[in-house]
């Protein structure tokens, strides 16, 4: 399929380790882990396969220039030096995008102005006419990374982040994003082998990723564009038979997949977005409150949700969360339960002790994930409750 090179997958924090071991499962070369990214070895089939297949990257990037700075016009003499005619020509379009961690430099909106202007420059200066820039929707995304007196620059292989999957068309006031939803769930041990519950679904973003997960889907596969399919050297061939290959991959599913929502709305979003993502057979979607709900099968359960924060949504928080733990205690027994709240104080109220706490981020907000461990016959979670 060709030679090996560098990349770089973008991540959230803390899936560092989830982003390696996806990968390395798909047979990526030499990772390493970073702060929220993973550098990795592959060809172009795999720079395709990992698009299309990774559950909890953001980005994956190609480096194809690195060099020293300290300066602007250092910056620019650096980015003027590679030579642009080997990725575009002078009648597409581009967009840069900037992340800066320097002494030297404090502004990312600057640095992706004067690399701007240093490629259109040598256009001009080899062509005589420059290529345009396009926010929305550039022929290509370049990616400049200054970190101190180190300027690493990419070509950005996947174009709007990878968390817009393609199935989500409609969302609610508190939507959770795609990546974080596959990251929780992988996170929380979810592997498709027992009945799942979301018991505040929203706009079924949980829900489709863990079916998904369940399923073997990848997780990509109904986006409709990546970056690198306006690249000059894209091979359309070569991307539709690592689909195939991917798709052959997929598995049944023999257990249920349920959500509840307390708004109609909600329900009706959900459903479009399920549809979109051709999971109707496999997700089963109902208006209730889960305080008014009992678990419905014997077995096995895994639950994950995401309940709001009383930072968007206005609720009483400590009725609120005191009605979760209530619930969860009385109402399911023999019950994984996990629940991702950026409300740390809020946990104080569930009465139940968690069994792990793992820090993540929702956006801006930190946050934690929580998992609850429900027996059979509740003595156990009677005695975590005396005990909380």
């Known amino acids: ?145 200054i970190n101190q007196d180190e300027c690493t620059v990419s070509l950005d292989s996947s174009g709007a982040s990878l968390h817009q999957r393609g199935y989500k068309t409609a969302t609610n006031i508190a939507p959770i994003n795609e990546v974080l939803a596959a990251g929780l769930l992988m996170l929380s041990g979810w592997d498709g082998q027992c009945d799942f519950l979301d018991p505040m679904c929203g706009s079924g973003t949980i829900l489709i990723e863990a079916a998904m997960i369940a399923c073997n889907i990848p997780a990509n596969i109904n986006r409709h564009e990546f970056a690198f399919e306006r690249w000059a050297d894209y091979d359309n061939a070569m991307f539709e038979t690592i689909q195939d290959a991917l798709l052959k991959k997929t598995r049944e599913f023999h257990y249920r997949i349920k959500g509840y929502d307390i708004d109609i709305t909600a329900i009706k979003k959900a459903t479009d977005n399920v549809k979109n993502a051709n999971l109707d057979d496999y997700i089963q979607m109902e208006q209730d409150d889960f305080f008014d709900t009992k678990k419905e099968s014997q077995g096995k359960l895994h639950i994950l949700f995401n309940p709001p924060y009383d930072e968007r949504i206005g609720i009483k928080t400590e009725e609120f969360y005191e009605d979760i733990g209530n619930t969860l205690k009385r109402n399911y027994p023999g019950t994984t339960a996990w629940m991702i709240t950026a409300n740390l104080e809020a946990l104080k109220f569930v009465g139940l002790r968690p069994s792990r706490k793992i820090k993540v981020f929702n956006g801006a907000l930190e946050a934690r994930l929580v998992k609850y461990d429900m027996y059979e016959g509740s003595k156990k979670s009677a005695s975590d409750s005396t005990n909380a």
């Open 1 to 145: 399929m060709g030679y090996n090179f560098k990349m770089t997958a973008k991540t959230l924090f803390g899936f560092e380790e989830l982003l390696a071991n996806e990968l390395k499962q798909l047979g990526a070369l030499n990772i390493q882990t970073g702060l929220r990214m993973v550098s990795f070895e592959g060809d172009n089939g795999f720079m395709y396969k990992a698009n299309l297949a990774c559950r909890t990257a953001i980005k994956i990037l190609k480096p194809i220039h690195t060099f020293k700075l300290k300066n602007e016009q250092q910056l620019y003499d650096g980015i003027y030096k590679i030579d642009w005619s080997e990725y575009m020509n002078e009648e597409q379009t581009l967009a840069i995008d900037a992340t800066v961690f320097s002494d030297f430099f404090t502004h990312s909106k600057y640095v992706s102005l004067k690399s701007k202007d240093a490629i259109v420059d040598q256009f001009r200066d080899k062509k005589g006419t420059r290529p345009n820039v396009d926010i929305d929707s550039p022929d290509l995304r370049i990616n400049i990374h």
